[in-house]
């Protein structure tokens, strides 16, 4: 039996340094990596994957892990497979929304030289319907299967029997039987082939039983033209979809030997997505000044992503956005997604929709969420806290609070929803 492929994982981390042997052997774009004039070298600039051979190149997100001590905590053996895993699922999990979710909300897709979206689509189809079938209808002469009275009136020969009955000699019965076609070829070829390709990051269960011809890779072109030929031939919208996947795979999958990359450079809105799950099924109210969250509380908290205000008079199509809204029992909470690795100074967008919105309700509750390689909890200081002695005719309590959410914890519950 050939030995398992073993993968070699080497872990960096968004807007952490990147050695110069790392950027030349996986090949780092201009656009992987940014100059940091705090770090005075370069650092991550991206989330997500670089596959060459067996060895994989994963860069984590911001606060994945503690990156203080990068040589000491990157070399522990508390990185491997699962982690590569995890940020696979989250970073691809859009590919698997449907199109009616994402209206009206931005998206973080990957960019990648495999054409993920596609294989999605095809395993998709497998799912629901197992692998492509075509059913021929077999007439013979007795064995199983229904009888068919026209074929063995047509085909039989008529017996007559001593009490004068007609008897027909011999039934014919018709049987469906499946056969294996080119699209099922083409599909076994697009999972099994992704799936041994990602095998350090995607784990889906598949069963096609037929091995696969790596020649389809050479000649893809001719496969391309094949399946574009048996398009004609179908009627119906599923095997349609079916066949336009299949050839959208084949028109891009790299050629044998390319290294294999999957990245995200717009992470922060993958970090919305993120926090969005985490408030919708945690979030359990404020109290005492503190944020109270609890994987076991009742579902009251549904905040609303889509929530606009006019707040200018003077030009209609200056309006603030809410990431994230509630109204509960006359107190409105009103939370942003901040993917930061520190916060620095006063954040005046969300100071504004405390002094703007102050009126709409008795009490706002205004925080902003940030990831942490730590333990998710409020800080001891607000962001802010309005100083009402300076400032006459502001006696409300205007505070923003900060809470900083656990970046693996968060990216798990998200991917288990």
Not at 7 to 29: A, H, M, R, W
Not at 148 to 153: E, G, I, L, P, Q
Not at 393 to 414: A, P, R, S, V
Request: with cysteine; net charge positive.
């Amino acid at each position: 039996m050939e030995k398992p492929k073993v993968n070699k994982f080497t872990f960096i981390q968004d807007s952490e340094p990147v050695d110069t042997d790392t950027i030349e052997y996986f090949g780092l774009e201009r656009r992987d990596t940014r100059y940091s004039v705090n770090r005075g070298t370069e650092v991550s600039n991206f989330v997500g994957f670089i596959y060459k051979g067996n060895q994989v190149l994963v860069s984590l997100p911001k606060h994945y892990v503690n990156y203080k001590n990068s040589d000491v905590e990157l070399t522990k053996p508390v990185l491997g497979q699962q982690d590569s895993e995890l940020l696979f699922r989250v970073i691809t999990k859009r590919n698997l929304v449907k199109t009616d979710e994402l209206i009206g909300r931005s998206g973080d897709s990957a960019l990648s030289n495999y054409p993920i979206d596609s294989f999605y689509e095809i395993y998709r189809y497998y799912q629901r319907y197992g692998l492509y079938q075509e059913s021929e209808v077999y007439s013979h002469q007795n064995g199983r299967g229904v009888i068919s009275w026209r074929d063995t009136v047509r085909k039989a020969s008529n017996v007559i029997t001593d009490n004068r009955k007609l008897v027909l000699l011999p039934l014919y019965k018709r049987e469906k039987r499946s056969k294996s076609v080119f699209l099922t070829s083409c599909m076994t070829f697009a999972i099994q082939y992704t799936l041994d390709q990602f095998r350090f990051a995607i784990r889906l269960p598949f069963q096609g039983g037929l091995s696969i011809n790596l020649n389809m890779i050479d000649h893809a072109d001719q496969v391309v033209r094949r399946l574009r030929e048996i398009e004609h031939k179908m009627f119906k919208d599923i095997h349609k979809h079916l066949i336009n996947s299949l050839i959208n795979f084949f028109e891009n999958i790299p050629p044998r030997g390319f290294d294999l990359k999957v990245k995200s450079y717009n992470f922060e809105t993958t970090w919305e997505y993120i926090v969005e799950e985490y408030l919708n099924q945690q979030f359990s109210g404020f109290k005492d000044e503190k944020l109270i969250f609890s994987a076991a509380r009742k579902n009251i908290f549904k905040f609303d992503t889509q929530v606009t205000v006019d707040v200018d008079k003077a030009h209609k199509d200056h309006r603030i956005r809410l990431d994230y809204f509630v109204r509960i029992n006359n107190t409105q909470y009103i939370f942003d997604a901040k993917y930061f690795r520190n916060i620095y100074g006063l954040n005046y967008k969300q100071l504004a929709y405390s002094l703007l919105l102050k009126n709409e309700a008795d009490r706002t509750v205004n925080t902003l969420i940030i990831p942490t390689s730590g333990e998710s909890g409020q800080t001891i200081k607000p962001h802010f806290e309005l100083n009402n002695a300076v400032l006459s005719g502001f006696n409300e309590d205007t505070k923003i609070y900060i809470y900083q959410l656990n970046m693996k914890q968060g990216m798990q519950l998200y991917v288990e929803r």
